[in-house]
């Protein structure tokens, strides 16, 4: 399997290459030459294969020949080693709930698959890779946690000040080693253009290796599929694929559901859900692409942070899946924009009528699937429940009236002191560092 680069200006690399390059030269993002076929005995008997087993077929024949099948079964399981349940929550709606992972989020699964490739990828090899991130609330996290103590492999994570909630915080700068947090006067936006320009730093590259491990990472990026899977695994109506529903803010995730399903999985009808945020609900609306990729959005702080995007990495990906047919596109993919004022009604509405309590980010995955199944009646849907609500413990306080319990592993990291640089919104401020970084440990 080869990748080549969504811009066409730079050659095609396998999925080590891709894997340690993070960006292509370029500036695009690489994306597969083939989008392989998962077995219909696959799909047909998938109630009786392992998660595990599921994973592995789904992600082999893009790591093809780069890692060892046994090797690459390992990576699997580790990665997926927490539960993923479908919850039904009323008559026509269920949770995919992704939360059961080390840093209470989605992005673990993506984070710690990814990690285990780069180390088995930079073993024996003499070469240090600095990963460079850009978080706007959870990457941090599940990077810090996949990426800590991983041989070969420095991570500077760069996170907008005070824009993140205080146990997202934590779990950046909480671990030290080769973990390093810089926060940043800015939003996630600023973070990931400076992120960007380091990426295409001449100088810096020479003298550094750096690649990247958000969610333009192909390591990090291709493995969320298997939620996917998992959820169909789940559902029991199979004569009646569901529609899925993701709350999105880079848009790798939803992106990566809709590889799945281009590669055999049924799903009716995908829906990002978005916040205030929603450059790629106006281009559904409008057909005309506003500003993604091309004019970046002022970012709007809301809610549901890790959601605060404001020009979506990875939504070059979702075009070129569709070949950049926009009707194509806009037959499979609705979106909606939600306020915090929804968002706060739904959280209460739903813990009153289903007992069920949603974080910011799945209140607006919530509510957006309940508005297309109003619109589409006789469809049932799925939306993923992507952050663990007490990740969140003040704004649930507030808007339910009631203290969720903190589970021991957060409180630990609570009481830890935060180790972070503090650093202007300004690119080279950000290339001394990672200079004088290098320098040092020389
Ligand atoms: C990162 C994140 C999202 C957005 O996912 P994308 O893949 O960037 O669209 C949604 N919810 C939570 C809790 C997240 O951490």
Not at 37 to 46: M, S, T
Not at 61 to 75: D, G, K, S
Not at 211 to 219: D, G, P, Y
Request: aromatic share 10%.
């Amino acid at each position: 399997m080869k990748y080549y680069s969504t811009n066409k200006q730079s050659l095609l690399v396998d999925f080590k290459e891709a894997t340690i390059r993070g960006q292509a030269p370029d500036k695009g993002l690489y994306f597969p030459e083939k989008i392989p076929q998962v077995k219909k005995e696959i799909i047909d008997g998938i109630e009786n294969l392992s998660n595990e087993e599921i994973a592995f077929n789904v992600i082999r024949p893009y790591v093809a020949e780069t890692i060892p099948e046994e090797r690459l079964f390992q990576i699997v399981s580790e990665a997926i080693n927490f539960p993923i349940p479908l919850v039904q929550v009323n008559s026509t709606i269920y949770s995919l709930e992704l939360f059961h992972g080390p840093t209470l989020a989605f992005k673990d699964v993506g984070a710690r698959f990814m990690s285990r490739c780069l180390g088995y990828f930079l073993k024996g090899e003499n070469r240090k890779v600095t990963v460079l991130v850009a978080t706007s609330g959870d990457t941090g996290g599940a990077v810090a946690n996949g990426f800590y103590n991983v041989e070969g492999v420095d991570v500077v994570i760069l996170y907008p000040s005070g824009k993140v909630s205080p146990v997202q915080e934590k779990q950046l700068t909480t671990l030290g080693k080769n973990i390093h947090a810089l926060e940043i006067e800015g939003s996630f936006d600023d973070c990931q253009q400076m992120v960007k320009q380091a990426f295409t730093d001449q100088e810096l590259n020479q003298k550094l290796f750096l690649t990247s491990a958000n969610s333009i990472n192909v390591a990090r990026w291709l493995p969320q599929q298997f939620y996917y899977f998992f959820g169909y695994k789940q559902w029991v109506d199979k004569d009646h694929p569901p529609v899925i529903c993701v709350p999105s803010g880079n848009f790798g995730n939803i992106c990566a559901g809709i590889l799945a399903n281009q590669s055999g999985l049924p799903v009716d009808h995908f829906i990002a859900a978005c916040n205030a945020n929603d450059v790629v609900t106006k281009y559904l609306e409008t057909s005309i692409p506003i500003a993604i990729g091309i004019k970046p959005q002022t970012t709007i702080p809301t809610l549901s942070n890790a959601m605060d995007v404001g020009n979506p990495s990875n939504f070059a990906r979702i075009l070129e899946i569709f070949h950049h047919q926009y009707p194509d596109l806009k037959n499979k993919l609705s979106s909606y924009s939600i306020s915090d004022d929804d968002t706060i009604a739904t959280i209460k509405e739903v813990l009153e009528q289903n007992n069920y309590l949603l974080d910011p980010h799945g209140a607006v995955g919530y509510l957006s699937l309940k508005k297309y199944l109003k619109a589409n009646p006789l469809t049932k849907g799925i939306f993923l429940e992507t952050a663990h609500p007490v990740k969140f413990p003040d704004a649930m306080e507030k808007i339910t009236g009631k203290r969720i319990e903190v589970p021991s592993s957060l409180t630990r990291i609570m009481s830890k002191e935060k180790k972070s640089i503090k650093v202007k919104n300004e690119y080279n401020e950000l290339k001394d560092y990672l200079l004088r970084k290098e320098v040092k440990e020389k």
